[in-house]
């Protein structure tokens, strides 16, 4: 089975703190995402990758960067935490669209 | 604008087959209707897509009307464990990325 994995089920960091979330999968696939996820907003896409080192900005991608220096691994990356990043952060990966995406089991940040 | 439609919540008796509608009116020729669930505090879990013919895999099937303004997922027999919120989603072929909305969740009664 497809794994996706993210390093943190739950983080809390302190506003202006640079935070890394950190996603790895194991199956070789181009395709990788980052989506937020809150109450009444359903999931929203911030960045995607197609490729090492190739990233496309998705809905909401102010405020985020992200980083793919190796296929496996799919980094976002809050530079200045703010208290409206607290969410839900979901990373998915995908072989093609029509294989279906594979999502980790999410990570929990607070901004206090 | 949102490209689907869907009903934000629904009951389903356990055992019944759970049927839920997905409204798509503006869908182009070269899109597909993707569905996705989610159960509480787990990521989205791929479900089944189709283009224009109806699809059956091991866990549900699903109907597009043959306008395919709108299309339906069949669970078969619910179970307790098919309490989740449902995503449809409508993409073109060839986009890779999925917008998910907020889709509808869906309740197993015993």
């Known amino acids: 089975d497809v794994k996706v994995t993210q390093s943190s089920r739950y983080l809390v960091k302190r506003t202006g703190e640079k935070v890394f979330l950190e996603c790895v999968q194991d199956m070789d696939h181009e395709n990788m995402f980052w989506y937020r996820q809150d109450p009444g907003l359903g999931l929203r896409l911030i960045y995607f990758?197609?490729?090492?080192?190739?990233?496309e900005k998705g809905d909401i991608p102010e405020g985020y960067s992200v980083s793919r220096e190796k296929k496996e691994r799919f980094s976002l990356i809050l530079e200045s935490a703010s208290t409206n990043q607290t969410s839900m952060y979901l990373c998915?990966?995908?072989?093609?669209?029509?294989?279906?995406?594979?999502f980790g089991s999410g990570t929990r940040l607070t901004v206090v | 604008d949102a490209k689907t439609t869907q009903p934000p919540s629904m009951d389903c008796a356990e055992g019944r087959a759970a049927n839920l509608p997905c409204n798509h009116s503006t869908i182009s020729g070269n899109e597909y209707v993707y569905w996705y669930r989610q159960i509480h505090s787990q990521g989205p879990q791929y479900i089944i897509h189709?283009?224009?013919n109806n699809e059956t895999n091991e866990m549900a099937s699903l109907i597009i009307t043959e306008d395919r303004k709108s299309s339906t997922l069949i669970l078969p027999h619910a179970t307790l464990r098919d309490t989740a919120v449902y995503y449809c989603?409508?993409?073109?072929?060839?986009?890779?990325?999925?917008?998910f909305g907020t889709g509808t969740r869906l309740t197993i009664i015993p």
């Open positions: 998915a990966s995908s072989l093609r669209v029509n294989y279906g995406y594979t």
């Open positions: 990758s197609y490729d090492v080192k190739m990233k």
């Open positions: 189709g283009l224009k």
């Open positions: 989603i409508v993409e073109d072929f060839g986009n890779e990325k999925l917008t």
